[in-house]
């Protein structure tokens, strides 16, 4: 199968691309002139033409700014929105005036159900508060066109995506290989998590899989409190993890981000990969992290 992919230059979009088999061919969707096996559109200018899908059977769409690079001013979260918001309903808009529909397996994150506590979370659950979750929220409603108009419509809701070369693992990694490393905050907040490897092969799981639909935790079968991550974490590099970051100082260094990046807890369970038997490459989290290093 032929398979679009968006954002194929990040952290996911390039381990699809690497883990695709021979029988999926991939197709960059460009911002600069396209080449060979690459399409080009402008999200800014909301310019995709519909013809650009012909031959493809699904979309894997990841492009969005970045959400842990930098302060969430006032300018970055306007950009966080709208390059999620708006890209995908461009996206979504030219599979509905396609003449085949290709699938839209769209990503989305967890940050959709916002800060929980204890409450187990499943696809059927509600939508949360904060900034995050109306992101989510709108970024999920953008895809609404391509539903409408008949296509397969995925919305993969990340969790914690463990990779030494990007994300929140990535950022822990330099200090506590420092010893300095330690729980964040009361570290009895829920982080789930799910391997790079994992997260790559959801996706295309989904677009391969015609018995998929609708919103999909990307996560592991288990979450796991920030306390037990940090002492994992510190085990498989032998350091000590003695020195905890207080929330008021993640709150000083990082902003808003800290609050719903962080310390909020969102306890989230895959019931729809596991309703459709996805077998996980890294199913423990100590296996996961080794992967990554």
Same mark, same amino acid.
């Given at each position: %199968?032929?398979?679009l992919?968006?954002g ?7 381990? @699809? ?22 399409v080009?559109? *402008?999200?800014?200018?909301?310019t ?7 031959g493809i059977?699904?979309?894997? $769409?990841?492009?969005?700014?970045? @959400? ?8 970055k ?10 890209g995908?309903?461009?996206m979504?808009?030219a599979?509905?005036k396609?003449? $085949?529909k ?5 990503a989305?994150?967890i ?5 929980r506590?204890?409450?187990e +979370? ?7 508060k904060?900034? +995050?979750?109306?992101?989510? /929220? /709108? ?14 419509v995925?919305?993969?809701r ?8 990007g994300?929140a ?5 330099f200090?506590f290989? %420092? ?5 964040m905050?009361?570290? /009895? ?5 799910i ?5 790559? !092969? ?7 899989n015609? *018995?998929?639909?609708?919103p ?20 498989i590099l032998r350091? #000590? ?5 207080? /929330?008021?100082?993640a709150?000083?260094? +990082?902003?808003e %981000?800290s609050?719903?990046?962080i310390?909020? !807890?969102?306890?989230?369970l #895959?019931?729809?990969?596991? *309703?459709c038997?996805?077998?996980?490459q $890294? #199913?423990?989290?100590?296996t996961?992290?080794r992967?990554?290093m």
């Amino acid at each position: %199968m032929r398979v679009l992919i968006s954002g194929a230059s990040g952290l996911v979009g390039t381990r @699809i691309a690497e883990l695709a088999g021979p029988d999926v061919e991939i197709v960059r969707l460009v911002r600069r002139p396209a080449g060979e096996g690459e399409v080009q559109w *402008d999200p800014a200018a909301g310019t995709l033409d519909s013809q650009a899908l012909d031959g493809i059977d699904a979309v894997i $769409h990841l492009a969005g700014e970045n @959400i842990g690079e930098g302060r969430w001013t006032a300018a970055k979260k306007k950009r966080i929105l709208d390059s999620r918001v708006n890209g995908t309903r461009l996206m979504a808009d030219a599979i509905a005036k396609s003449d $085949h529909k290709p699938a839209l397996v769209s990503a989305s994150a967890i940050g959709f159900y916002g800060d929980r506590g204890e409450e187990e +979370l499943t696809e059927e659950s509600t939508a949360g508060k904060g900034f +995050l979750a109306d992101v989510c /929220q /709108q970024w999920e409603a953008a895809t609404a066109p391509a539903e409408a108009a008949g296509a397969r419509v995925v919305r993969v809701r990340l969790g914690i995506v463990l990779s030494s070369k990007g994300g929140a693992l990535a950022s822990m990694l330099f200090p506590f290989r %420092m010893g300095v490393g330690g729980r964040m905050g009361s570290g /009895q907040q829920f982080w789930s998590w799910i391997s790079l490897d994992d997260a790559a !092969s959801i996706f295309l799981y989904a677009a391969q899989n015609e *018995d998929v639909a609708g919103p999909v935790n990307a996560v592991s079968e288990s979450p796991i409190r920030n306390i037990d991550f940090t002492v994992t974490l510190g085990r498989i590099l032998r350091r #000590p993890t003695l020195f905890p970051m207080p /929330q008021f100082m993640a709150s000083i260094v +990082l902003g808003e %981000m800290s609050d719903a990046l962080i310390m909020s !807890s969102a306890r989230v369970l #895959p019931t729809a990969l596991n *309703d459709c038997r996805y077998r996980y490459q $890294h #199913p423990d989290l100590e296996t996961a992290i080794r992967s990554a290093m």
